[in-house]
Protein backbone atom coordinates (compact mmCIF):
# COMPACT_ATOMS: atom_id res chain seq x y z
CA UNK A 1 0.00 0.00 0.00
CA UNK A 2 1.07 3.58 -0.67
CA UNK A 3 -0.29 6.93 1.13
CA UNK A 4 0.23 10.15 -0.49
CA UNK A 5 0.21 13.56 1.16
CA UNK A 6 0.48 16.84 -0.73
CA UNK A 7 1.92 19.92 0.40
CA UNK A 8 2.72 23.56 -0.94
CA UNK A 9 -1.06 24.44 -2.62
CA UNK A 10 -2.28 28.14 -1.61
CA UNK A 11 -3.22 31.54 -3.45
CA UNK A 12 -1.18 33.44 -5.41
CA UNK A 13 -0.98 36.51 -8.10
CA UNK A 14 -1.29 35.84 -11.61
CA UNK A 15 2.40 35.60 -12.41
CA UNK A 16 3.46 34.02 -9.39
CA UNK A 17 4.97 30.87 -8.50
CA UNK A 18 4.63 27.56 -6.30
CA UNK A 19 5.77 24.04 -5.43
CA UNK A 20 3.96 21.23 -4.54
CA UNK A 21 5.45 18.32 -2.61
CA UNK A 22 4.10 14.51 -2.37
CA UNK A 23 5.19 12.83 -0.05
CA UNK A 24 5.38 8.93 -0.07
CA UNK A 25 4.92 6.28 2.18
CA UNK A 26 6.10 2.48 1.31
CA UNK A 27 9.75 1.11 0.50
CA UNK A 28 9.26 1.12 -3.44
CA UNK A 29 8.44 4.21 -4.29
CA UNK A 30 11.98 4.20 -6.12
CA UNK A 31 10.41 2.02 -8.68
CA UNK A 32 6.94 3.91 -9.24
CA UNK A 33 6.33 6.39 -12.37
CA UNK A 34 4.46 9.24 -10.57
CA UNK A 35 2.33 12.26 -11.90
CA UNK A 36 0.31 14.96 -11.03
CA UNK A 37 -3.01 15.81 -12.16
CA UNK A 38 -5.71 18.56 -10.96
CA UNK A 39 -9.48 18.75 -11.46
CA UNK A 40 -11.09 22.46 -11.31
CA UNK A 41 -14.49 23.00 -10.77
CA UNK A 42 -16.79 21.18 -12.91
CA UNK A 43 -14.44 19.87 -14.82
CA UNK A 44 -12.75 16.45 -15.13
CA UNK A 45 -9.46 15.48 -13.86
CA UNK A 46 -6.67 16.26 -16.07
CA UNK A 47 -3.23 15.28 -16.33
CA UNK A 48 -0.35 17.51 -15.73
CA UNK A 49 2.85 15.73 -15.92
CA UNK A 50 4.55 12.31 -14.97
CA UNK A 51 7.65 11.36 -14.12
CA UNK A 52 9.56 7.99 -14.41
CA UNK A 53 11.28 6.14 -11.96
CA UNK A 54 14.39 6.98 -12.31
CA UNK A 55 13.40 10.99 -13.01
CA UNK A 56 14.75 10.48 -16.41
CA UNK A 57 11.60 10.67 -18.49
CA UNK A 58 9.19 13.48 -17.73
CA UNK A 59 5.76 14.42 -19.74
CA UNK A 60 4.03 17.64 -19.63
CA UNK A 61 0.55 18.69 -20.73
CA UNK A 62 0.64 20.88 -23.37
CA UNK A 63 -0.62 23.96 -21.18
CA UNK A 64 2.01 23.97 -18.52
CA UNK A 65 5.07 22.89 -20.80
CA UNK A 66 7.75 25.61 -20.07
CA UNK A 67 5.93 26.73 -16.89
CA UNK A 68 5.74 23.76 -14.62
CA UNK A 69 8.48 21.27 -13.77
CA UNK A 70 8.31 17.91 -12.46
CA UNK A 71 10.60 16.51 -10.20
CA UNK A 72 11.36 13.66 -7.69
CA UNK A 73 13.71 12.71 -4.90
CA UNK A 74 13.77 9.31 -4.44
CA UNK A 75 16.07 9.61 -0.95
CA UNK A 76 12.74 11.60 0.50
CA UNK A 77 10.17 9.86 -1.29
CA UNK A 78 8.86 12.82 -2.79
CA UNK A 79 7.71 14.16 -5.65
CA UNK A 80 7.43 17.97 -6.68
CA UNK A 81 5.72 20.36 -8.89
CA UNK A 82 7.50 23.43 -9.33
CA UNK A 83 4.61 26.10 -11.16
CA UNK A 84 5.56 29.37 -12.60
CA UNK A 85 4.20 31.90 -14.51
CA UNK A 86 0.68 30.84 -13.05
CA UNK A 87 -2.45 31.66 -14.61
CA UNK A 88 -6.06 31.95 -13.40
CA UNK A 89 -6.80 28.76 -15.19
CA UNK A 90 -4.30 27.25 -13.47
CA UNK A 91 -6.57 27.11 -10.45
CA UNK A 92 -7.54 23.80 -9.07
CA UNK A 93 -7.49 20.75 -6.85
CA UNK A 94 -3.86 19.34 -7.86
CA UNK A 95 -3.67 15.70 -7.08
CA UNK A 96 -0.49 13.11 -6.40
CA UNK A 97 0.29 9.65 -8.32
CA UNK A 98 1.55 6.72 -7.83
CA UNK A 99 1.54 3.71 -10.57
CA UNK A 100 2.41 0.32 -9.08
CA UNK A 101 4.29 -0.39 -12.46
CA UNK A 102 7.93 2.06 -13.64
CA UNK A 103 6.14 2.92 -16.87
CA UNK A 104 5.21 6.31 -17.10
CA UNK A 105 1.77 7.47 -18.49
CA UNK A 106 -0.84 10.58 -18.97
CA UNK A 107 -3.40 8.18 -18.84
CA UNK A 108 -5.34 8.75 -14.41
CA UNK A 109 -6.76 5.14 -15.08
CA UNK A 110 -3.56 4.05 -15.19
CA UNK A 111 -2.52 5.23 -11.86
CA UNK A 112 -3.04 3.22 -8.58
CA UNK A 113 -2.81 5.46 -5.70
CA UNK A 114 -3.98 8.86 -5.03
CA UNK A 115 -3.47 11.71 -2.60
CA UNK A 116 -6.00 13.67 -0.93
CA UNK A 117 -5.27 16.58 -3.21
CA UNK A 118 -4.25 20.41 -2.31
CA UNK A 119 -6.26 23.65 -3.01
CA UNK A 120 -4.13 26.04 -5.53
CA UNK A 121 -5.78 29.05 -6.36
CA UNK A 122 -4.68 31.72 -8.90
CA UNK A 123 -6.24 35.25 -8.46
CA UNK A 124 -6.20 37.49 -11.29
Known amino acids: QVQLVESGGGLVQTGGSLRLSCAAS????????MGWFRQAPGKEREFVAAISWSGGSTYYADSVKGRFTISRDNAKNTVYLQMNSLKPEDTAVYYCAARRAMGVTRTKDDYDYWGQGTQVTVSS
Open 26 to 33: GRTFSSRA
